[in-house]
């Protein structure tokens, strides 16, 4: 949501009021990550891009994925600021769908305010929901999953109140700007209700209820209408993990839909809602403390195809490429599965990691040569480390 000025000015004077003296110097804590990663799959397209991973670099190459960098800053009476950059090809793509350029983007930049057993952020943040992490360092495979590149955002801007009822129960609440919004150019706002369970109060082991509800108008420039409302998306998200001995276990079941003016689906001769259900598992068996193995599954339908669209590869064979801007087509029903196994070694705070992967989709889709194909095989190699 937009931040009014009496807000930020309130804060702002909060944050002074509680701020050391002049003579003192407030705590900072820096930390970052980077990975990189190469790609090789069996199927080549138009623009070199990789099937089933829109957000991920071209065939072929050894790209840095990301680079995090970022800063905690305890000050006193609870406040703290907290601020982090991505850049690298993770920046470009956050960048790019707040309708920003370049590829460094601030997806944390907030004021948090913690309490016994309250804890208050404003500002950018990033997204609480799905099972794998904007920083690539902290995932378990080694590519980028169906749900994380379709379905769940990357963040958002507006306030969250958390609330723990005991180690055990904890509830949140939100109000913020559309999904991967930095400015508000409506007067609709996205609101999310959030409930979680640490077994046994510990913060590896959980399962995670969010739901967010908003009405807001998601163009960008000439196609952003400041005061119109947009569209209403409704979003549904349960997650966990579970952590016991070398074995991990992470799982996520997304549901949305979202509505859509007749123009901008092919074939609608009315206002259409679209929807989608999206259900993974990922597990990882340590064999030793430095060596793993892992596995990833997924399920993804798209009933108009306005998510798996935003792979150019697919939007190309459902006639989407052209020069309307439809974000999906009548009748469409996509349903794809993805299935990845791998190895990862560590190396202290570094990491290597060799996976290969296979997607399929129940649509045909054309190669550089016109043969139709509907499966994709994979291969990536990602390196990287924490620190």
């Known amino acids: ?33 980077l990975w990189a990663s190469a790609v090789t799959q069996n199927r080549d397209t138009g623009d070199s891009s990789l099937v089933f991973r829109p957000l991920e670099a071209g065939q072929g190459q050894f790209t840095l994925d990301g680079l995090m960098l970022g800063v905690d800053a305890a000050l006193t009476g609870g406040w703290s600021a907290k601020a982090t950059l991505l850049t690298g090809q993770a920046g470009k793509v956050v960048q790019g769908s707040t309708g920003d350029s370049g590829t460094i983007a601030p997806v944390e930049a907030m004021l948090v305010w913690t309490g016994e057993h309250d804890t208050f952020r404003a500002g950018r943040m990033i997204t609480f929901i799905g099972m794998e992490f904007l920083d690539g360092a902290q995932d378990v495979a080694a590519s980028r999953g169906l749900l994380f590149s379709f379905v769940d955002p990357f963040g958002q801007v507006g306030i969250n109140w958390h609330h723990a009822f005991s180690p055990v129960w904890s509830a949140d609440l939100w109000a913020f700007n559309g999904e991967d919004r930095t400015r508000d150019n409506n007067h609709g706002k996205t609101v999310g209700l959030g409930l979680t369970y640490n077994h046994a109060g510990s913060q590896e082991n959980f399962l995670s209820l969010q739901a967010y509800s908003g009405v807001e108008q998601d163009g960008f420039g000439p196609a952003s209408h400041t005061g119109a409302e947009g569209r209403k ?140 194909f509907r499966e994709n095989l994979s291969g990536t190699l990602s390196l990287g480390a924490s620190f």
Do not use: H
């Not at 930020?8 to 930390?31: D, E, F, H, I, M």
């Not at 979202?258 to 993974?280: H, K, M, N, V």
């Not at 892992?294 to 998510?307: N, P």
């Open 233 to 372: 998306r409704e979003r549904v998200c349960l997650m966990g993990q579970w952590i016991g001995g070398g074995s991990t276990f992470q799982w996520e079941a997304s549901l949305g839909r979202e509505s859509f003016g007749a123009a901008s689906i092919l074939g609608a001769t009315a206002p259409a809602t679209a929807t989608w259900r999206g259900y993974g598992f990922i597990c990882k068996q340590a064999i030793t403390p430095s060596l793993g193995l892992f596995a990833r599954a997924e399920w993804l339908s798209d009933d108009l195809g306005v998510r798996l669209s935003a792979d150019p590869t697919i939007r190309e064979g459902l006639g989407l490429a052209g020069p309307i801007a439809y974000a999906g087509r009548m009748g469409a029903n996509l349903r794809a599965q993805a299935a990845s196994i791998g190895v990862e070694q560590k190396y202290g705070p570094a990491f290597a990691r060799l996976e290969l992967r296979q997607d399929r989709l129940n649509r045909d889709l054309t190669d550089t040569q016109g043969r139709a």
């Open 1 to 33: 949501m937009r931040i009014s000025p009496f807000l930020l000015s309130a804060l702002a004077s909060a944050l002074l009021a509680q701020a050391p003296s002049p003579g003192g110097t407030p705590a900072l804590k820096w930390r970052g990550s």
